[in-house]
């Protein structure tokens, strides 16, 4: 593309500016004007999300919990909808070579992404961006409402509260009915908040936020991934 590119240029400046067909200047060709080739849009973010979790410890109560329960937690956590990368919705999607927006398995970075049902537990309490005309936000449905009456948690209210948030089917897992996933366990979630709480008195939801990005989930952490945590 870029060459096609300089030999009209070249063809433009021999004609000169006398020519109704002469254009005074071309930006770069590509995505939003900028080059290719350029792989620091979304290396800092990525980075940022992918803080190492050799440092956190599953507690051996949650290895051990039935296959259900555990999607029962699962269903608690996770999100139909999550924020990604801000500058993955600058691209044209035109399969442009060397994107500096793709992925290096050739995949698309993209700014958002919907499911049908549950699908992430988000890395993040709440994301924004976007200008006023089109602003995205998006808050992480079980923290904003776990946190929604309180700036933190002792573990025993983080428990209490827990057990109360509503269990959505999500994809992923074993198949239950929401009677099923609405009925857990307190062992089950207090096996969770052994996780959440790493041995702490108490947790914020910008403690809750940074754990979660301790757990190698990237941009969100599928039902796969849940499971390859925990066990």
């Given at each position: ?31 939003s ?58 691209c ?32 993040y ?95 969100g ?11």
């Open positions: 593309m870029k060459s096609i590119a300089a030999q009209i240029l070249l063809l433009l400046s021999l004609l000169g500016s006398s020519s109704p067909f002469y254009v005074p200047h071309l930006s770069g060709v590509g995505c004007g900028r080059g290719h080739g350029s792989k620091d849009v979304h290396s800092s973010f990525a980075t940022s999300l992918s803080v190492l979790s050799d440092s956190i410890e599953v507690p051996t109560s949650l290895r051990e919990l039935d296959l259900k329960e555990k999607a029962k937690i699962f269903g608690r956590l996770a999100d139909k909808y999550i924020l990604l990368d801000e500058s993955g919705g600058d044209c999607y035109s399969g442009c070579k060397d994107c500096e927006y793709r992925d290096p398995d050739g995949s698309y970075r993209m700014a958002e992404m919907l499911a049908a049902r549950p699908k992430w537990i988000v890395p309490s709440r994301r924004s961006f976007g200008s006023a005309s089109g602003l995205k936000d998006h808050s992480s449905r079980w923290l904003s409402t776990l946190f929604s009456e309180t700036p933190s948690h002792t573990k025993s209210t983080f428990i209490s509260a827990f057990m109360e948030l509503e269990y959505q089917q999500p994809l992923g897992g074993p198949y239950l009915s929401v009677p099923e996933g609405t009925d857990i366990s307190a062992t089950s979630v207090e096996s969770f908040a052994d996780l959440i709480f790493q041995g702490k008195e108490s947790m914020s939801v910008k403690q809750c936020e940074r754990i979660i990005q301790g757990w190698k989930g990237g941009e952490l599928v039902w796969n991934d849940w499971i390859k945590l925990i066990e």
